[in-house]
């Protein structure tokens, strides 16, 4: 089985921060790589998928990179709406795996 | 605008079966994909089971004994099956629709398992 490994777990940033978060998969997976945003008590949010996709609606300070095993998420200036929780995954009909997922607080 | 909702019981005994509906809106049943995922409180999100039109189904490995979708098209739903439940089974549930990764999720349904 393929896993996925995101750092950190946690991260401490303020507003206008610009936020790197990194997925590593444990094989090449090209570029099945989604990321997510997950709020308290909420489903989570696609964000981007096929590694650099930006979903319909998402702004454009989110940004998806990398291919084969290590991915990043950056937001490139962080705004209140942000404080969150982000998830990766491997998106492959059999295999559907996620990060153990990155909180992002306020420092 | 697709929408999605979860409904089944909030609390399931040990042993029994956890047995989940998700209605559909403003998608096609027979052109897209559907998914269940699930999240323990306080925890990460776990890949359940996918089915793909018209019938094929994918399991997480983990729980593939123990659970079985199914799609009704004309009402416009799918559904979760999960036998022999254990506390461990205690999640928020999500039904998703599987396109381009999980594009839209329903609101998710807390299901407890105790006795």
């Known amino acids: 089985d393929i896993q996925m490994t995101q750092s950190p777990s946690t991260l401490s940033a303020s507003i206008g921060d610009r936020v790197t978060i990194t997925c590593r998969a444990s094989?090449?997976?090209?570029?099945?790589l989604a990321w997510y945003q997950q709020k308290p008590g909420k489903a989570p949010k696609l964000l981007i998928y096929m590694a650099s996709i930006l979903q319909n609606g998402v702004p454009s300070r989110f940004r998806g990179s990398g291919a084969g095993t290590e991915f990043t998420l950056t937001i490139s200036s962080l705004q209140p709406d942000d404080f969150a929780t982000y998830y990766c995954?491997?998106?492959?009909?059999?295999?559907?795996?996620f990060g153990q997922g990155t909180k992002v607080e306020m420092k | 605008q697709v929408q999605l909702q979860e409904s089944g019981p909030g609390l399931v005994k040990p042993s029994e079966t956890l047995s989940l509906t998700c209605s559909v809106s403003?998608?096609?049943?027979?052109?897209?994909?559907w998914s269940w995922i699930r999240q323990p409180p306080g925890k990460g999100l776990e890949w359940i089971a996918s089915?793909?039109?018209?019938?094929?189904?994918f399991y997480n490995p983990s729980l593939k004994s123990r659970v079985r979708l199914s799609v009704d098209t004309s009402k416009k739903q799918f559904s979760l099956n999960l036998i022999s439940v254990t506390a461990v089974d205690t999640a928020v549930y999500f039904c998703?629709?599987?396109?381009?990764?999980?594009?839209?999720w329903g609101q998710g349904i807390l299901v407890t398992i105790s006795s």
């Open positions: 094989q090449t997976i090209g570029t099945w």
């Open positions: 089915i793909y039109n018209p019938e094929t189904t």
């Open positions: 403003g998608a096609s049943m027979t052109t897209s994909h």
């Open positions: 995954q491997l998106y492959e009909s059999s295999s559907e795996t």
């Open positions: 998703a629709r599987r396109a381009a990764a999980f594009d839209y």
